[in-house]
């Protein structure tokens, strides 16, 4: 089941960035994906997400 909200993209990863358990965590965060779409859109969702928080993307790579 995808999430459907007005953003999907983010809704992909909020659960994991923004849950009570991530917050106390080490804020920095690295962003892996597969080229392919559906696993590049939830990275463009925690981009987005990750500009409103604390974390910070300290390493990001696509996996061909």
């Known amino acids: ?5 007005p ?4 809704a992909l990863t909020e659960g994991s960035l923004l ?3 991530s ?9 892996v994906s ?4 559906f696993s590049r ?3 463009l969702g925690a981009r ?6 604390a974390f910070r993307i300290v390493h990001e790579a696509t996996i061909r």
């Open 34 to 37: 597969a080229d392919a779409e």
């Open 23 to 31: 917050k106390s965590q080490d804020p920095n965060v690295a962003l």
């Open 41 to 43: 859109n939830p990275i």
């Open 1 to 5: 089941m995808i999430p459907n909200r």
């Open 7 to 10: 953003d999907p993209n983010a």
């Open 48 to 53: 987005r997400i990750q500009r409103s928080t």
């Open 19 to 21: 849950s009570p358990q």
